[in-house]
C-alpha cells in the first residue's frame, strides 16, 4: 500500500513538473521574441488603419457615405472570383 502510495506521488509529481511547458527549461527564445513583437506592431497598424478608414467615412456627406457604398458593393461584385462547376482542383 505505501509503495502504490509513492508511486502514486511520483507520477503527479512528474505530471505537475513536466506539465509547465518547455518555456521552463529553454528560457527566452530571441527569434519568437521577435517574431511576436513584429506580429503586435502589425497587428497595432492594422488598427490604426483601419480606425483612419472609419474616421474618414464618418465625416463624409450623405451623398458621399451612399456613392462609397454603392462603389464599394460594385468593387466586390466585380472582383469576386468565378467559382469552377467542376470539382477538380486543377479546373478553373
Not at 1 to 9: D, E, N, R, V, W
Not at 55 to 70: A, G, L, P, V
Request: glycine share 4%; aromatic share 10%.
Amino acid at each position: 500500500m505505501k509503495f502504490c502510495k509513492f508511486k502514486a506521488i511520483i507520477i503527479i509529481s512528474c505530471i505537475l513538473f513536466f506539465a509547465t511547458g518547455c518555456r521552463v527549461f529553454h528560457g527566452g527564445d530571441p527569434q519568437r521574441k521577435a517574431e511576436k513583437k513584429q506580429y503586435k506592431e502589425a497587428k497595432k497598424a492594422d488598427k490604426a488603419y483601419e480606425k483612419g478608414i472609419k474616421r474618414q467615412y464618418d465625416i463624409q456627406s450623405k451623398d458621399t457615405k451612399k456613392r462609397m457604398k454603392k462603389n464599394l458593393r460594385k468593387a466586390n461584385k466585380r472582383n469576386k472570383s468565378k467559382k469552377s462547376k467542376s470539382k477538380w482542383k486543377c479546373a478553373k
